[in-house]
Every structure is written in structure tokens, then in C-alpha cells.
């Protein structure tokens, strides 16, 4: 299992983006491309069931509609454009033939609580396999980093975790107490046996970073001395707004 390019690359969050090109557009994922970075970006699920490069739970930051991703169909997606440009809503295929394998990726997979665990990561992996590039995936549920890890064994699997978790991180769940302490702690790690973490980088060092010896990623950087901090304790970063010096 190659993790050096996880390790070596410093990583675009949502692609190298900026007022002119849209976080998880196609423009920011050239923009990153051509600069040399991997890219960090989010899939998740439409009312129909096809994988959609986006972020957020809901539409309206992006696009200005009050709707969830998931109430609307693939191409109602595609029809909205992203902070009044002329960019949209990739499909995950179509971002992966445009990515190419031309630089690595690393892909949060979003929580789905409506949807069955194995058929949405099963999805995933189906349309990666024979992909032609390097990559990771990572997510903050721990089932699944632990599915994908079952399904695609070689492939590169991370938790993702914060100390710093609140209700709406949890679809305002009545136990969201419960589960953030968990994602605090990194709980579900000794089943998991994940591969690296990403934790955000003001939350190094404490107890549950400590006790994982493997890869260690810090998010999300936003400048040049955010990233000096992140270094003491990280082996790599996820960086926006600031272009890291040298790597």
C-alpha cells in the first residue's frame, strides 16, 4: 500500500479555490492540478441515487437553494451553479475522467444516514475500480473507513476527527454527545485499523492522536503559520486560502 504520496504532497481542500473558482469546481480542481497539490474533495448522494462531488448537507451556501443534496435529482444538481459562476455540480464520474490520474486524491466520503451503508460504499468503490490514478478515502463515519477497507484492501483508508464536534455534525441526533465524543476519540480506531488520520491540526497533540503511530494529516490550513503549528505534530496538510512555501 503506497501512502507517500499522502505523506509528501500537500493537499488542496475542495481544490485550489478562490473568488473566481468555486470550492469543488472544475475550475479549482485544474487550478490544483497545475500547481502540483493533491486534491482533497467530498462525495455524497442525490435523490437518485448518483454520486455528487459536494460539500455541504445542504445547497443553499453554493447555490443559494434551500434545499437538502439529497432532495433533488442528479440533474437538478447540474442545472445550479456554484456562487453565481458559471460552474456546477460535478457527477463523481465525471470528476474522475477529468481528473485522470493526473494528480492524487483524496476523497471524504460524507455521512448518509438515510442510505444503506453497503450499497452507498459499494457505489463508491465500484466506480474507482480501474481508476487510473492514485487515491485515498477517508470519512468521519468509522463504518465506512472500515467497508471500504474490506471491499478495496489496498487502498489508502482514514478517519477523520475533530475535538470539536457539535449537534448539526450529527444531523442533530439526540445522541450527538455521544458521537462526538467518539469522533473525539477516534473510538472505533482498534476495529477500524485505519491506515492514517486527518484531524483537525489545532486539536494536536491529545491522547487519541498520540496513541495512533501512523500517518497523520492536520486540517484544514489556512496559512503559512497555521501550517508552521500543524507541522510539530503532522506529517502532512490540508491547506485553502494560502499556497503552501515548498514540498
Not at 464536534?165 to 445522541?175: A, I, L, P, T, W
Not at 484531524?199 to 494529516?217: A, I, M, N, V, W
Amino acid at each position: 500500500m503506497e501512502l507517500e504520496f499522502l505523506k509528501k504532497i500537500p493537499v488542496a481542500h475542495r481544490g485550489l479555490h478562490d473568488d473566481n473558482k468555486p470550492e469543488n469546481s472544475l475550475s479549482a480542481f485544474e487550478a490544483a492540478i497545475k500547481a502540483g497539490f493533491t486534491i482533497e474533495t467530498d462525495v455524497r448522494l442525490s435523490k437518485d441515487g448518483e454520486l455528487m462531488i459536494f460539500h455541504d448537507d445542504t445547497l443553499t451556501r453554493m447555490t443559494g437553494v434551500n434545499k437538502r443534496v439529497n432532495e433533488l435529482s442528479a440533474n437538478e444538481l447540474k442545472e445550479l451553479r456554484l456562487e453565481g459562476t458559471e460552474e456546477r455540480i460535478p457527477l463523481f464520474a465525471e470528476f474522475l475522467d477529468f481528473l485522470g490520474g493526473r494528480t492524487p486524491l483524496l476523497l471524504e466520503i460524507k455521512n448518509e444516514p438515510r442510505a444503506d451503508k453497503k450499497e452507498f460504499i459499494g457505489k463508491i468503490a465500484a466506480s474507482l475500480d480501474g481508476y487510473d490514478g492514485k487515491y485515498a478515502v477517508q470519512s468521519f463515519n468509522p463504518f465506512y473507513v472500515k467497508e471500504y477497507k474490506r471491499l478495496c484492501p489496498d487502498i489508502p483508508c482514514g478517519v477523520l476527527a475533530t475535538a470539536d464536534s457539535g449537534k448539526q455534525d450529527f444531523d442533530n441526533s439526540v445522541f450527538w454527545r455521544i458521537k462526538a465524543r467518539a469522533v473525539k476519540n477516534m473510538s472505533f480506531n482498534k476495529s477500524v485499523k485505519p491506515d492514517f488520520v486527518s484531524y483537525h491540526f489545532t486539536d494536536y497533540p491529545q491522547k487519541s492522536t498520540e496513541r495512533f503511530h501512523g500517518l497523520k494529516l492536520g486540517w484544514t490550513v489556512r496559512s503559512a503559520s497555521e501550517e508552521a503549528q500543524a507541522r510539530k505534530y503532522c506529517d502532512n496538510i490540508i491547506f485553502e486560502h494560502y499556497l503552501p512555501s515548498s514540498f
